[in-house]
T-cell receptor, first 113, second 112 residues
Framework: KAGVTQTPRYLIKTRGQQVTLSCSPISGHRSVSWYQQTPGQGLQFLFEYFSETQRNKGNFPGRFSGRQFSNSRSEMNVSTLELGDSALYLC????????????FGSGTQLSVL | KQEVTQIPAALSVPEGENLVLNCSFTDSAIYNLQWFRQDPGKGLTSLLLIQSSQREQTSGRLNASLDKSSGRSTLYIAASQPGDSATYLCAVSRETADGLTFGKGTHLIIQP
């Protein structure tokens, strides 16, 4: 089975722009969750999608949004980028979500200049 | 608010030693606890998952224990190898499924 695939691997944007990151889960997995990793704050939960519905959301501003398609692929969008949004964005998939082993992608490294 | 602390933040030991990584959490109402490893510039790999009703889990040279009432977990690595060098993270989940809460990790270096 192919693992979790995230694209692109690296992104450079400037303040004020918006960005869209993509995540393809393991085949058959219906839950996709997103995490932000920074040196200062560590890993923080953004949101989780299951069967095209946002099931849970972390404590991030509304500039961070996401969606999930019928094939379980997910995208996250960050609008009006700020310098502090520079981070490694990781997505993880599992069959059902809650309480299961998570499989992570390699992440998208976003740099905001 | 759940907080997860990992001690030590960094550890360097010679190859072959047995070692223990510690994780503590403030809210004992957890659903499960997972240990992950992260290699530089990479995503996370799940090592062990312990349900709240379990006391320990083992996989090869790794053994993780959970004491839910005291809010502690340990990851024991036997006969360490240079390939074990990575950052080890523990994370807890709640039944309400609001995502995992991670510790900041222990950066482990195994010297050949």
């Amino acid at each position: 089975k192919a693992g979790v695939t995230q694209t692109p691997r690296y992104l450079i944007k400037t303040r004020g722009q918006q960005v869209t990151l993509s995540c393809s889960p393991i085949s058959g997995h219906r839950s996709v969750s997103w995490y932000q990793q920074t040196p200062g704050q560590g890993l923080q939960f953004l949101f989780e999608y299951f069967s095209e519905t946002q099931r849970n959301k972390g404590n991030f501003p509304g500039r961070f949004s996401g969606r999930q398609f019928s094939n379980s692929r997910s995208e996250m969008n960050v609008s009006t980028l700020e310098l502090g949004d520079s981070a490694l964005y990781l997505c993880a998939s599992s069959a059902q979500g809650v309480g299961e082993k998570l499989f992570f992608g390699s992440g998208t490294q976003l740099s905001v200049l | 608010k759940q907080e997860v602390t990992q001690i030590p933040a960094a550890l360097s030991v010679p190859e072959g030693e047995n070692l223990v990584l510690n994780c503590s959490f403030t809210d004992s109402a957890i659903y499960n606890l997972q240990w992950f490893r992260q290699d530089p510039g990479k995503g996370l790999t799940s090592l062990l998952l312990i349900q709240s009703s379990q006391r320990e889990q083992t996989s090869g040279r790794l053994n993780a224990s959970l004491d839910k009432s005291s809010g502690r977990s340990t990851l024991y690595i036997a006969a360490s190898q240079p390939g074990d060098s990575a950052t080890y993270l523990c994370a807890v989940s709640r039944e309400t499924a609001d995502g995992l809460t991670f510790g900041k990790g222990t950066h482990l270096i195994i010297q050949p």
